[in-house]
């Protein structure tokens, strides 16, 4: 392939290559995994990953190719089709895959087929063409999904969710980073240039998969935890900050993985693409030289791996110092895997001690601990009863278990650290005027040869997804439709009752395995025969004829077996007094901090002493309080009245009249994390955490816009181009696309009130100056959609039943005025400016004539310039002021020579003496002089 220097030289599998300055040969090493895992390419340019496709990187090296549409006979969104069965349902996703249509629109819902390779559709055009700013575009992508929240962000003034799900290798995880990389493109207007704050919400993206994603049997790149990240845009238009959830990392991967399977991305990172300074400093070696290690094989490209690492913890705002400290515990918990025992033969207890001092003594060193302290933690049980403590040595087995306890719970301590740092840099505030799109990415349905504990929560996940989507699609809206007396379509749909009141009810799998938690010498098998007694009834719950061993679940996705084995140490959560002890002495403040809140030795000490005084006391229900406080953390403070409703922007009042709903559930402000560190410390069983993180994210759930993607994966082998009919038509049955396509065919998935309706729409029709009061917000509503002349709606007792086709009608009008609108005011701004323009123009041509004059009068003679600092206002006043002095000057003259004349004809009759000749000639030579004084006057 040959490419022009700095350009792109290759887009496959979104893994990105630049910098290519010559012909170089190419080697794509085939990965079927397609979209959830990056192609390997060896290239002479500049390697970034398919995570760092939503880096900051990504908008200069994102591809201009033309828009091609798919060309079938099959519709866009599966509703228009006439008839409806399960075989054309299966055809048409096969007619359609075959032509490279990935996406399906089955009423608002998306249907995305993994193709298993790249297909360029995700370029500045696709991107262009789903631009919030313009009409819906009917064609299915998953950037139209986007779309559809940021629309309904701006309209309806309500929070947003997109629920991505499927099983393991649909391609999940990169459906959603396509719908958030979207969403940001065209925050802040669409302006192209990213701010600070949305580069590093897209950096969090790799950071989060390198530490919580790992190879599995089914998928290359599968998130072994479950993320709900939330993103709040003030008007859409800003981002203001970002929350992160996490759910149920599966932490038994840092100790264990089965053949053909991954640790986690980042052991291969640090181990195989450190520097060499760095891994001299932690002292580490090979992967394939680590316990924790050995079974899979390394990744390719390393170094680019840890460097695009280090790139997305820097530009999140990482000090070195966090990222040095960051090393150093995942080079602990790899060392941790070294450590061994062997049991002393010379001992009367089953005691042990290392089996190499040397290498406990490098494990002693990183954790910043000494040596005695942790192997007093790893070979002794440490039991506090009421005022003592006794210390129990522990054989090479247990010590093994205590060793890969420590090794998980610092790993699963530290993946809970970091989200919590990503939430404290990406915040936004606590108070204002903001929204907020979120997307949940969960782990997809398992269903392997041995399933644990961990396939059973990550599989009650999904059933209660699951039930969510039945609940939305289907329950609420029949049940709306007979209480509001519309007729509703018959459509039968399968419900999953059941297996939720199974799993997550007052007396189902995790509330007994609580119950079992907390009595004495309660083991896995008491707990299955348990469940045996209390759970046959239910249709969802197999006994498998009271094995001792197993038991099976009917999934709405399909049969599953659980092993016993490990259910209630793993559910107990709980680390050694004596690990926790040990951790927190030591000298390096974050591995420290992250046993901040787990009981150690003393603190159980002190307890006791406390206790055994309140009964002493008299004091009964302090045993309960402090046992509840510890286990269970702090009650949840009493809710609130609730705050005011949030006003709607200017903007949005006048083009919408208002829009949020009327009773709409009082949402966080932010992701709480109330409780995180008892439950990271250990101090929950770990069913009881993830119901109640289940039950919060239920929460948000319920008071936002669902926008539903649901992942299909068409074949097993992960090859390209290949269709298992019978496997698609499995999920597509349990996924319930056939009954939604039929609901949504003949039942109205939209319902609003006739006050919200007429609140949202009154400007299709209706004079701002109109007043609509409840009484008459039935006939108004009926008089909008006359106005826009649609058909085919319902009309309840309190609300309207309305189809999306209707809603897009309204919408496309309500923003075609919103653009005629902007229009004429650009005419009038246009007009404006050219009116201000021309008087600037006037102006400046004064401006020149007016110099022109100051020139020349400054270069007349002083005595005919006037001053060139005076304007013509104050030349006017100074010429008047001369005629007055003047006028004044002329007065006084006269008076005088008129004083004069009557002095010399007084002088001259009193000369008697004098002759009438000299009388005449000295009289006519006084007049002559006055004469001549009034004229000198008058000339002045």
């Not at 979104?14 to 300055?21: A, K, L, Q, R, V």
């Not at 640090?270 to 390394?298: F, H």
């Not at 209390?534 to 399909?558: C, K, M, T, W």
């Amino acid at each position: 392939i040959e490419a022009n220097p700095g350009n792109l030289c290759i887009q496959q599998n979104e893994t990105i290559y630049s910098g290519c300055s010559k012909t170089v040969p190419i080697t794509i090493m085939s990965d079927p995994e397609g979209a959830d895992a990056p192609t390997e390419v060896d290239c002479g340019g500049t390697k970034s990953s398919s995570a760092m496709m939503l880096s900051a990187q990504a908008d200069q090296v994102e591809n201009d190719s033309p828009i091609k549409d798919p060309v079938c006979d099959v519709p866009d969104n599966l509703v228009l089709m006439e008839e409806m069965t399960k075989d054309k349902l299966l055809d048409a996703c096969k007619t359609r895959f075959a032509a490279d249509g990935v996406y399906t629109f089955v009423a608002d819902i998306l249907v995305a087929i993994n193709p298993y390779q790249w297909i360029d559709m995700y370029g500045k055009q696709y991107k262009e063409r789903y631009n919030p700013e313009s009409a819906l575009c009917p064609t299915p992508h998953v950037y139209a999904v986007a779309q559809r929240a940021a629309k309904n962000l701006r309209l309806l003034n309500r929070d947003q969710v997109c629920i991505v799900s499927g099983e393991s290798g649909s391609g999940k995880t990169e459906t959603a980073k396509l719908f958030m990389h979207h969403l940001l493109t065209y925050s802040d207007g669409g302006a192209g240039q990213k701010t600070a704050l949305e580069r590093q919400i897209l950096e969090s993206q790799p950071l989060l998969e390198a530490f919580g994603n790992a190879k599995t049997g089914l998928n290359d790149n599968s998130s072994r935890f479950g993320k709900y990240i939330e993103v709040m845009f003030e008007v859409m238009d800003k981002v203001l900050g970002v929350g992160v959830r996490k759910y149920l990392l599966e932490k038994s991967r840092v100790v264990q993985q089965v053949a053909g399977e991954r640790n986690f991305h980042v052991f291969y990172y640090l181990t195989e693409g450190a520097p060499a300074a760095l891994k001299s400093k932690l002292n580490l070696k090979s992967s394939n030289e680590y316990r924790y290690l050995q079974l899979g094989e390394t990744v390719s490209d390393p170094s680019s791996w840890f460097r695009e690492l280090e790139q997305s913890l820097e530009v999140l705002g990482f000090s070195a110092d966090d990222i040095m400290s960051l090393w150093t515990s995942v080079a602990a918990i790899l060392k941790t895997g070294e450590i061994d025992f062997v049991d002393k033969t010379d001992s009367t207890d089953d005691s042990c001690t290392f089996a190499d001092k040397a290498v406990a003594q490098d494990l002693a060193d990183t954790l910043g601990v000494t040596l005695d302290l942790l192997e007093n933690a790893l070979t002794t049980k440490h039991v506090v009863t009421v005022g003592e403590t006794y210390h129990k040595p522990l054989n090479s087995e247990f010590s093994r278990a205590t060793r890969d306890t420590l090794a998980q719970n610092m790993y699963d301590n530290l993946f809970s650290w970091l989200v919590d740092m990503l939430n404290e840099k990406l915040s936004c505030p606590d108070e204002g005027d903001w929204r907020s799109v979120a997307v949940l990415d969960i782990f997809g349905f398992e269903n392997f040869k041995s399933n644990e504990f961990e396939q059973m929560f990550i599989n009650t996940a999904n059933e209660k997804l699951q039930h969510y989507f039945i609940e939305h699609i289907f329950t609420y809206e029949i049940k709306e439709l007979k209480e509001e007396g519309i007729r509703a379509p018959k459509v039968e749909y399968t419900t999953n009752v059941d297996q939720v009141e199974l799993l997550l009810g007052q007396r189902g799998i995790f509330a007994l395995l609580d119950e079992q938690t907390k009595v004495p010498n309660a083991d896995d098998a008491s707990t299955i025969i348990k469940m045996h007694q209390e759970l046959s009834s239910n249709p969802a719950y197999d006994s498998l004829r009271n094995s001792p061993v197993q038991f099976q679940i009917s999934h709405y996705a399909g049969t599953v077996k659980y092993q016993n084995e490990g259910l209630l140490e793993k559910n107990r959560n709980t680390p050694s007094l004596g690990i926790a002890s040990m951790i927190k002495s030591s000298s390096n403040t974050m591995i420290a901090n992250l046993f901040k809140s787990s009981e150690t030795t003393e603190d159980r000490l002190n307890k006791d002493k406390e206790m055994a005084i309140a009964l002493k006391k008299g004091d009964q229900g302090f045993m309960r309080r402090k046992s509840q406080a510890h286990r269970f953390g702090r009650k949840k403070e009493e809710k609130k009245e609730d705050a005011p409703k949030k006003k709607l922007a200017p903007w949005q009042i006048a083009n919408m009249r208002g829009a949020a709903p009327k009773e709409e559930p009082k949402k966080n402000l932010k992701l709480k994390r109330e409780g995180s560190e008892k439950r990271r410390a250990g101090l929950t069983t770990l069913s009881a955490a993830f119901k109640g993180s289940l039950e919060a994210l239920m929460e948000m759930l319920n008071i936002a816009t669902p926008h539903f993607v649901r992942c299909i994966k068409p074949n097993m082998t992960k090859t390209p181009k290949k269709f298992d009919s019978a496997m698609v038509q499995k999920q597509l049955n349990y996924t319930g696309v056939l009954e939604t396509t039929k609901i949504r065919q003949n039942g109205y998935p939209l319902r609003v009130t006739f006050e919200d309706f007429c609140d949202r729409y009154r400007d299709v029709c209706i004079p701002p100056t109109y007043r609509i009061t409840p009484a008459i917000a039935q006939s108004t509503a009926l008089q909008i959609l006359q106005s826009a002349d649609l058909h085919g709606w319902g009309r309840g007792k309190t609300k309207m039943f309305l189809k999306y086709e209707h809603i897009n009608v309204l919408v496309n009008i309500l923003e075609g005025k919103k653009r005629a609108a902007n229009e004429a005011r650009a005419i009038e701004a246009a007009k404006q400016a050219k009116k201000d323009a021309e008087l600037a123009e006037i102006k400046r041509k004064r401006d020149i004539e007016l110099a022109k004059i100051r020139a020349a009068a400054e270069a007349a003679p002083q005595s005919q310039v006037v001053s060139s600092s005076l304007n013509w206002q104050e030349e006017m006043a100074q010429a008047k002021e001369k005629k007055r002095l003047a006028a004044e000057q002329k007065k006084k003259d006269e008076a005088e020579a008129a004083k004069r004349v009557a002095a010399e004809e007084a002088a001259a009759k009193n000369n008697k003496d004098d002759g009438d000749g000299d009388a005449l000639g000295r009289g006519g030579s006084v007049r002559k002089a006055a004469g001549f004084g009034a004229a000198r006057a008058m000339f002045q």
